[in-house]
Every structure is written in structure tokens, then in C-alpha cells.
């Protein structure tokens, strides 16, 4: 199975980059693992909440294949502990998804058109962390999922 992880907003900040790095390389043992980040949008003092997640939305629709399946990190997404989340993995494993996208969008959300092309939504935590924060604990989780399908001494009950 192939993984991306697309983002809005800067790569890796040098607190993250190494942490980041790390759970990439782990990954990699276990599937195809990419992530991309899209640079925020620039001179957007002049444009509407609105607008701006339209053309962050575009943005993110030019990285999406129509055979994906797209997951939306959302704070109104269905939560997981983490071995739900890795029962949840291995369930998509089993339908054969070829290309599983999971998206952090904007400071703002996601626009109506991501909503409508995303196949589930997916929350972290009740609480809010900055992106940064979330792709290093998203690919923390992820890595922590398969070493739990895999019956390794990562994960600890």
C-alpha cells in the first residue's frame, strides 16, 4: 500500500524535521510512505476565509488521483485509540486500497469541495496542535499501527 500524508504549510521546523524523519524511515519497512507539504498561500491579506481554503482546496485536489481514498484529518473526524487506528489500517489494507491519502489542511479547515472528495474524516484528539504537531504525531501513529498489526513489541497495553 502506498501513504501520503499531504499538508498545508511549511516543511518540518528543525524542532520536528528530525523527530519526523525518524518515524518516515520506520515506515518505510512497512509501506510506501510519502509526505508533501504545500507552502501556504501567499498575499492573502484580501482574501475571505472562504476563499482562501477554496484555493487551498484546489492546492490539494491537484495532489488526489481519483482511485484514492482520501482521509481528512478534521477535529470533527472519528477518533481512534491506537489500536483501533491500527485495526482501522488494517481494514483498508484489506480492500485492496492501493493509494490511502490522509490530508491536514489549513489554518482554517478544509472547503466544501475537500469535504465532499474525502472518503472519511479522521481526528487526533479532542484537542488542537499546531501542524507541525500533528504530522509528527499522525506518522507516530501510524508507525505505532503497524507494528501493532504486526504483533511487535513497539505498543505496550
Known amino acids: 500500500m502506498r501513504i501520503k500524508l499531504i499538508c498545508i504549510g511549511k516543511k518540518e521546523a528543525d524542532l520536528f524535521q528530525e523527530a519526523i524523519q525518524f518515524y518516515q524511515k520506520k515506515l518505510e519497512y512497512y509501506c510506501t510512505f510519502e509526505s508533501i507539504s504545500i507552502p501556504y498561500l501567499k498575499n492573502i491579506q484580501s482574501l475571505s476565509v472562504e476563499e482562501q481554503k477554496k484555493r487551498e482546496g484546489e492546492l490539494l485536489l491537484s495532489k488526489i488521483n481519483p482511485g484514492d481514498y482520501v482521509i481528512l484529518l478534521?477535529?470533527?473526524?472519528?477518533?481512534?485509540?491506537?489500536?483501533?487506528?491500527?485495526?482501522?489500517?488494517?481494514?483498508?489494507?484489506?480492500?485492496?486500497?492501493?493509494t490511502l491519502i490522509f490530508i491536514i489542511g489549513g489554518a482554517y479547515g478544509f472547503s466544501e469541495e475537500i469535504y465532499q472528495r474525502g472518503n472519511e474524516k479522521l481526528s487526533l484528539s479532542k484537542m488542537t496542535f499546531t501542524h507541525l504537531m500533528s504530522r509528527l504525531i499522525f506518522i507516530e501513529q501510524l508507525y505505532r499501527a503497524f507494528t501493532i498489526i504486526n504483533h511487535e513489541p513497539y505498543h505496550h497495553k
Open 74 to 98: 478534521d477535529e470533527q473526524g472519528k477518533e481512534y485509540g491506537s489500536v483501533a487506528f491500527s485495526e482501522a489500517v488494517q481494514q483498508w489494507l484489506n480492500r485492496g486500497i492501493k
